[in-house]
């Protein structure tokens, strides 16, 4: 049989044929394309909203503990003011002025109750016995080696609002660790 080299004719009718298996080829390759682009677009947004914090309320955010009025009415009355949402309780460091104290015990970590009128009004641990200052969480008697810790307190549009994303250390209490209430 012998090789019959293509007319002329012949190439301008297989010309739209080779051109629409190019476009073709190419419309394979720009969606393939595309499905690798897409599914690593949608795995890049899956990766961040599982890496984003969702929880934005709550102990290790800003706390709102209540108004400035009501806050300084109960620190008069019962002189502490428990804070479950934040895990704090405020205490009446000095005339005016407010701390915030983390209700876990530095000593093993129990949580602390509010001050007690049979301790003269200060914090026992339930667990070992550390006993703490009652207006501002100094620490009395161990088997804890320090105060509680504290977190600071802002006053923003009338309330009181706690930093309970900033628990801090403390060797004692210092005045600057409180907060004028207004
Ligand atoms: S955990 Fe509070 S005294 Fe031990």
Redesign the pocket.
């Known amino acids: 049989m012998q090789y019959a080299p293509p007319s002329p004719t012949m190439d301008r009718e297989r010309l739209p044929v080779l051109e629409q298996r190019t476009s073709r080829r190419k419309f394979t390759r720009y969606s393939l394309f595309t499905l690798l682009g897409l599914s690593s677009l949608l795995t890049a947004v899956a990766s961040v909203k599982m890496l984003y914090p969702t929880k934005v309320v709550g102990f290790g955010t800003k706390v709102v503990a209540g108004s400035v009025a009501d806050i300084k009415s109960q620190l008069d009355q019962k002189k502490y003011v428990i804070n479950q949402e934040g895990k704090f309780m405020l205490l009446p460091a000095e005339a005016g002025k407010a701390i915030a104290v983390y209700w876990k015990?530095v000593?093993?970590?129990?949580t602390v109750p509010a001050p007690s009128p049979a301790l003269d009004g200060n914090i026992q641990?339930p667990?070992?016995?550390?006993l703490y200052k009652g207006n501002n969480g100094d620490l009395i008697h161990g088997?804890?080696t320090r105060p509680l810790d504290w977190m600071p307190i802002a006053i923003d549009a009338g309330n009181v609002v706690v930093d309970t994303g900033k628990v801090n250390t403390r060797d004692s209490y210092m005045a600057d660790q409180s907060t004028a209430l207004g």
């Open positions: 015990c000593h093993l970590g129990c641990c667990c070992h016995g550390s088997p804890a």
